[in-house]
T-cell receptor, first 114, second 117 residues
Framework: DVKVTQSSRYLVKRTGEKVFLECVQDMDHENMFWYRQDPGLGLRLIYF???????EKGDIPEGYSVSREKKERFSLILESASTNQTSMYLC?????????????FGPGTRLTVT | AQKVTQAQTEISVVEKEDVTLDCVYE???????LFWYKQPPSGELVFLIRRNSFDEQNEISGRYSWNFQKSTSSFNFTITASQVVDSAVYFCALLWPESTNAGKSTFGDGTTLTVKP
């Protein structure tokens, strides 16, 4: 079974802190994604990566950066956390080119910024 | 532009009732893929079904069924004889050719289904 894991289920940080959210997948998937989920707004794509060291902005990249040094790991970085970044963060992965594949999701990290 | 609309924000039913979750999509492409995902209270989205644009056959899996109609750009999801365990947020998603290689889908806002005992 494909497994996507996220480093924390719950995280509380202070305004201005640098925050790292880690995501690891174990199925050699090329594509990885970071979303945030807020009530009434569905899933919004922050960044995605289709290969090691490759990244592209999603719909709401402001205030975030990402890192993909290894194929299995995709990190989301909040350079200076703010209260409006309090949210549920979901990581997902999917195989690369060659067809339309469903996304495999991690359990999510609920981040609270105080 | 690609868009997915789930007009029903929240639905509440009593156990054993049938319920239909609506999904309407927009795309100019003739080849595309539609998905449904379930997000139970535990938080992890789980894939339910994928449909490509050339296959309009309805699908049934146990109590779940899906009705894909290109004429109305809809891909609706019906749960028959609902159960409390069906309580979750359900997302409809669209994947189109330009995004296929990157696997990037666009998601609807989700429908929260509550099934009461």
């Amino acid at each position: 079974d494909v497994k996507v894991t996220q480093s924390s289920r719950y995280l509380v940080k202070r305004t201005g802190e640098k925050v790292f959210l880690e995501c690891v997948q174990d199925m050699d998937h090329e594509n990885m994604f970071w979303y945030r989920q807020d009530p009434g707004l569905g899933l919004r794509l922050i960044y995605f990566s289709y290969d090691v060291k490759m990244k592209e902005k999603g719909d709401i990249p402001e205030g975030y950066s990402v890192s993909r040094e290894k194929k299995e790991r995709f990190s989301l970085i909040l350079e200076s956390a703010s209260t409006n970044q309090t949210s549920m963060y979901l990581c997902a992965s999917t195989p690369g080119s060659g067809g339309a594949h469903e996304q495999y999701f991690g359990p999510g990290t609920r981040l609270t910024v105080t | 532009a690609q868009k997915v609309t789930q007009a029903q924000t929240e639905i509440s039913v009593v156990e054993k009732e049938d319920v239909t979750l609506d999904c309407v999509y927009e795309t100019r492409d003739t080849t595309y893929y539609l998905f449904w995902y379930k997000q139970p209270p535990s938080g992890e989205l789980v894939f339910l079904i994928r449909r490509n644009s050339f296959d309009e056959q309805n699908e049934i899996s146990g109590r779940y069924s899906w009705n894909f109609q290109k004429s109305t750009s809809s891909f609706n999801f019906t749960i028959t004889a609902s159960q409390v365990v069906d309580s979750a947020v359900y997302f409809c998603a669209l994947l189109w050719p330009e995004s296929t290689n990157a696997g990037k889908s666009t998601f609807g806002d989700g429908t929260t289904l509550t099934v009461k005992p």
